[in-house]
């Protein structure tokens, strides 16, 4: 059995205006490329600004997200934080991390298939920005715990996640 693709819908609508509406609404930093196919955002995280970036790609037909965690990463923990990224995605519910070793980042990453139309909703737009930012604001601490704290990844993600009950 194949899978065939109608791509007879017509392409005028510009899925990135959507996108550039929900990144006003939020109150996000943004700017077109001049390809006319990719945002840059910025994402204010309670760690700081991260860099963002929707792009529209035609094949396959889907709306990529991603924001890159301002983390420096070390080759000397590279094993570590690939474990931690892996026990960091168990526990998310939209989108998931990579660790780009050869580029030295790790970025929250989800992408949203357009397979049958020509723009996402506009809760989808804005889930995933919140999904996006809820992870990092959870998991960077983790990710700087094992990189310069030299924890285990698991002893840094019970770092991250642990809640205090109440307020001192």
């Not at 819908?9 to 006319?36: H, K, N, P, Y």
């Not at 080759?75 to 519910?93: D, G, K, S």
């Not at 980042?105 to 049958?116: N, S, T």
């Not at 604001?137 to 094992?146: L, S, T, W």
């Amino acid at each position: 059995m194949s899978l065939s693709v109608d791509r007879s819908q017509t392409m005028d609508i510009d899925a990135l205006e959507l996108v550039e509406s929900c990144l006003t609404e939020a109150g996000w930093e943004f700017q077109r490329d001049e390809d006319d196919e990719t945002i840059q955002c910025i994402a204010a995280s309670k760690w700081g600004d991260m860099g963002g970036m929707f792009a529209n790609r035609m094949e396959p037909p889907a709306l990529h997200f991603s924001i890159t965690l301002d983390v420096k990463p070390t080759e000397t923990r590279r094993m570590a934080i690939a474990e931690l990224v892996m026990m960091a995605n168990e526990r998310l519910w939209l989108g998931h991390f990579d660790y780009w070793a050869d580029e030295g980042v790790i970025i929250f990453r989800h992408a949203m298939p357009m397979l049958d139309r020509v723009e996402p909703e506009p809760g989808e737009v804005r889930a995933v920005m919140a999904a996006g930012l809820d992870a990092v604001n959870m998991f960077v601490p983790a990710f700087n715990f094992v990189i310069w704290a030299g924890k285990s990844p698991r002893e840094a993600l019970e770092a991250a996640l642990f809640e205090t009950a109440g307020e001192a």
